[in-house]
Structure formats: C-alpha cells, structure tokens
C-alpha cells in the first residue's frame, strides 16, 4: 500500500521553538488484534501560525500482523492523530482518495467514511506450490552460480586484505577492530559475501548453530513448571527480576532458570547457545527485560508464553518500530519484538505507544506496573538507603544535593557518549554556594569520565559504575537530566527536576518522543549553562508539572506492582 497524506493544523500550541508535530498513526484491526504503525511525515512547514504536513510511504500489508499473520483476516485501517497535548484514535475524517487504482491481485478495498476496509486474497498471497517451487529453484541455482565466482575470486581477496593489513592499501573505515588479524579475515569475509551474496560472518554462522540447535531440542516437552528469566543487561538478579524472584523463590513447585549475560549471538559459546535453545524450548514461560534479539531468530512453541518486563518505567523517548525510518528504527519487515506474549508498563496511557513500539496487539500489553518502582513505597527499605549513603558519604550529609544524571548521545552502546565539556562543573560550581554538592551518574553506555575539578573535589563524586540509581533518588534534593527515562521515578518522589536540554531540536530530529517534551517534562526547561545555574540559586524548577506527569504514567501507586507481574506468570504457568 502507498499512502499519501497532507495536512494542516492551526493551534495556539504552537510556539516560537515550533518543536510540536504532527503525529499521524495507521490503526489497523481485525477480529484478533490490532496493530498501530507510525505514518513518516516527510515535510513539516510552518507558515503564519499554521502547521503543514505531509509525507508519502510505502507499507507491506502482509506483514502488519504477527499473532494472526497465517490467516488472512480481513481488516480495517482508521488514522490516529497528535499534536502537542492532543491525541485522538479513529478520526472522523472522509478517507475517500482522489484517485484510486488497484489490480486487486491481493487485496480488495472498500471506503466506509473514516476508515479503509481490506480483503486479503488467500490465494494469490499465499502463490501456488508450483510459483514457490519454481522460485526457489531458480533462486538456488543463480547463488550456487555466485557462489562458485566468489570461490573462484577468493585468492584476490586475500591478496587484497593483504595489501591492507601492510597499509600499502588501507582498510575501509568500517573495519576498524585493533586486532589486525580480526580485521584483516572480516574483509576478507565481507569480499567474499559481496560476490556470493552469502554473507560469511561470525554472526551468521553462530545464528545457523542458533537455530539448528533450537530445532534439536524443540520436540522435547515442555515442562509446566519451569520459568526461564533471560537478560543481555546484566550478569546478576537486579532490576525487574529481581523483585518478581523474591517473590517467588520460596514455591518449590517451580524451577527458576537465569541466562544473565552481555553476549551478542556472535560472542556466545556453543555451550551458552545449548543453554540458552534448550531453555527456550522447555520452559513453560520466557521473561526478558530487554530486546534480546536470539529469541526473535527462533519460532518458539505456542505453549511457551513470553513476558517482556520492559526495564523502563513509562513511555518516553520513541523506540522499537515508532522510529520507523529514523536511523536504527526497525524497517517494517522485521520479526523484532513482535513475538511477545505480554509487555509490562506502568500505565494505560503507556499501552497504546509499547503497541506502536513493538508492533504487538493492545491487547498484549498489560499495564501491571514496574516491580522496580515498589521500593519508592517502603519507606524502610528507602532509611536504609539513606542510612547506607550517608555512612559512606559522610560529607554530604546536610548538604543540597543535585543528582546529575543524563542519557547518553550516539545511537548504539557501542558508540555511546555524553559531552562532558556540555556540563562544566568549574563553572557550576563556582556559581552556585558551597551548600550544594554533586552527584554524577552517567548512563552505563558512557565509558567517558566526568572531569572533576581538583578545586571542587570534596563537592562532587562520580558515581556512574558502583551504585544502584533509584538509591541515589532517595538522597538527591535536585535532579538534572535531561531525555533520560529517570524522570519517571523522580515523579514517583516528587523530586524537583531541571532539564538540560542543549540539543533539544536534534534530538526531536533524530529520536522524538512519544509526548510534546516541552508540554509535559515535569520541571523546568533550560537551554544553556547560565539558565541551569539561575534555576538552581532561584529554586525555579516548575515543580506543578510533576503530578500530573505521574499521574499520567503510573496507574497504580501502591507499592504491589511485583505482585501483579507475578500473577500474571502463574496465570501462564495454568
């Protein structure tokens, strides 16, 4: 399907930044489930207090369901639309093209008002044993025929990365690996897959041992009661898993698996990929905290249910398939995350932008709470904390203080970073009074130090690799961040917040959110060094934006958000 759409709105929300944009989703729906994906606006134009929009793109209709994608239900398409605080489902707008033409090979289309009415052609979509035969066979033979020229070409290739790894010719920027020898055979590889179009990696032949290994273990039976937790964020039980395991590692009718690693599938041993298809293939239920891209290579058993426990609170920067054609959004085509069972966020409002980001049913996402947050509500567990922070920082103690703790720039862990030279703490300090000292906890994707003024050393600790970040919440008095989801459980505290936002316009560009930023961010709004440092002498932190935000974002603030996830899995362990 080729959508075109234009546009225009006139409001006075819209301001001198012009940062508010239109936000056009296709909702689809058939008798099962539903599916919302972001329409790209290509040209936004603001002319005399007036928004015009418009875009053009292209979708794959057979690929807008995950669950029901075999079956070829009918559907309907309605357009939902945002604009700063503004945000309707199924508009009521005549969708009645212009002009309308189709060969109705594979789908048939009717207009009923707001929305378009679409009958997939099992048939013609589905292409005849023999068109499928034929294909492929034909398909096979033109890659055996590439792939005997690449073998035959091979001994240049190697004569080549030769010449490069003695710096006679040098290497293409994207190898850049200090090992020389890992350098010089990836080359050597990627020259190779040019030719053959069969591309020779690592990765690919780890992801084959993957999937062959998972197909030798999927015929055992499941066992009703084992439950598999699995995370690439952490080698320990932290966070969500945490939490949810307390609460049930005392029923011996269980049996509790971890696969807590950092590994790609490219860095995994033979011996952790048995571990982790053998789990997969027998547990009755899979629980993530994070996009583990192993369990989307293999198509688990209908009986196994899997449970994404998304480690962020809230839905904040976009992610997933909402960053369509932004750069490392998911193309449409992609299996990523559309596999899962339930998503677990914090609030109703939430559900619609995890269905949009995962390309999941509404229905799948369940809006239980975040277990992590259920400390904010024990007021013990929050003295000890205190209690632990101030014995090791006795120096802090009476003090005001600032919690800086920012996300990272870049679009990957890999090239992850912050611009330290952004948030001189010379100059800070030097402004602010002697009261007022400073926490530093960068993202975990930041290698880079923080400098620390030697002059200021006894006001200011990093402490960006050794410390649990909700712990710091409960001693901080100002908060400075900026698109970090950390804004979530400082509004659970009601902990006044200032946001640094230097490359606000950029950022929008490049990643967007979910909300107008400039509407919603619970606390006060800076662009520069000189308006962070007049926020804080002025105590000017917009504190009246902060509950309504919570309010927002967390249906249920009664501390038993652990206890709803884990009723979830026992009703899945039924």
Excluded at 61 to 90: C, H, I, S, V
Excluded at 388 to 411: C, D, H, V, W
Excluded at 420 to 447: A, R
Excluded at 454 to 470: V, W
Aim: proline share 4%.
């Amino acid at each position: 399907m080729i959508l075109t759409i234009m546009g225009e709105v006139a409001d006075k929300t819209i301001n001198s930044h012009f940062l508010s944009k239109p936000k056009v989703v296709l909702h689809f729906l058939n008798d099962k489930e539903d599916r919302r994906i972001p329409f790209v606006l290509s040209n936004v134009t603001y002319v005399d207090g007036k928004c015009f929009f418009s875009g053009k793109y292209t979708y794959r209709l057979d690929l807008l369901f995950w669950k029901t994608r075999n079956e070829y239900l009918p559907f309907d398409m309605y357009l939902n639309f945002g604009f700063a605080d503004f945000y309707q489902e199924k508009i009521g707008v005549d969708l009645t093209p212009e002009t309308f033409e189709t060969d109705d090979k594979c789908y048939g289309y009717t207009f009923e008002g707001n929305h378009f009415r679409f009958f997939p052609n099992k048939n013609k979509i589905r292409h005849t044993l023999f068109g499928r035969f034929s294909v492929n066979f034909i398909n096979f033979w033109l890659k055996f025929v590439q792939y005997i020229l690449a073998i035959a070409m091979l001994p240049l290739f190697v004569i080549d990365g030769l010449l490069r790894l003695t710096d006679i010719k040098r290497f293409p920027a994207r190898f850049n690996d200090e090992n020389a020898v890992k350098r010089y055979f990836a080359f050597v590889f990627w020259r190779f897959s040019q030719v053959s179009s069969c591309k020779v990696s690592l990765w690919t032949s780890k992801r084959f041992v993957f999937r062959l290994c998972y197909a030798f273990y999927k015929p055992r039976k499941i066992e009703n009661n084992k439950i598999t937790f699995i995370s690439l964020r952490r080698d320990d039980i932290t966070g969500n898993f945490a939490f949810v395991y307390d609460k049930i590692k005392d029923d011996k009718n269980l049996n509790i698996n971890f696969i807590l690693n950092e590994h790609t599938i490219a860095e995994m041993s033979f011996k952790e990929i048995k571990t982790f298809t053998k789990a997969c293939a027998t547990s009755k239920v899979v629980i993530l905290d994070e996009f583990t891209p192993q369990i989307h290579y293999i198509d688990l058993k209908p009986q196994t249910k899997l449970i994404q426990l998304w480690h962020a609170c809230g839905a904040f920067k976009t992610f997933g398939f909402t960053r369509l054609s932004k750069p490392k959004g998911s193309p449409q085509p992609t299996r990523n995350h559309r596999s899962y069972d339930y998503v677990t966020v914090s609030s109703t409002y939430c559900k619609k932008c995890h269905s949009e980001g995962f390309g999941i049913s509404t229905d799948n996402v369940v809006a239980t709470g975040i277990p992590r947050t259920d400390v904010f509500f024990d007021d013990e567990y929050k003295e000890k904390a205190r209690a632990k922070f101030y014995s090791e920082y006795p120096q802090f103690k009476n003090k005001k203080i600032i919690l800086f703790a920012p996300t990272f720039r870049g679009m990957v862990k890999e090239t992850a970073f912050y611009p330290t030279e952004m948030f001189d703490l010379n100059t800070i300090c030097s402004k602010l009074p002697d009261e007022y000292v400073f926490i530093i906890k960068h993202h975990p994707f930041v290698k880079d130090k923080q400098p620390i003024p030697k002059k200021y050393s006894d006001r200011i600790i990093d402490l960006s690799e050794n410390s649990e970040l909700n712990d710091l919440l409960f001693v901080s008095d100002v908060i400075i961040t900026d698109y970090s989801s950390l804004v979530f459980e400082a509004s659970l505290l009601e902990i006044p917040m200032i946001f640094y936002v230097f490359d606000l316009e950029k950022y929008i560009n490049e990643r967007d959110f979910y909300f107008d930023f400039k509407l919603y961010a619970p606390g006060k709004i800076v662009y520069s060094e000189e308006q962070l440092i007049d926020a804080v002498k002025n105590e000017d932190y917009c504190t009246e934006k902060i509950k309504p935000f919570a309010d927002m974002f967390f249906d249920c603030r009664d501390g038993k958000s652990t206890e709803r996830v884990v009723n979830l899995i026992y009703e899945n362990l039924k």
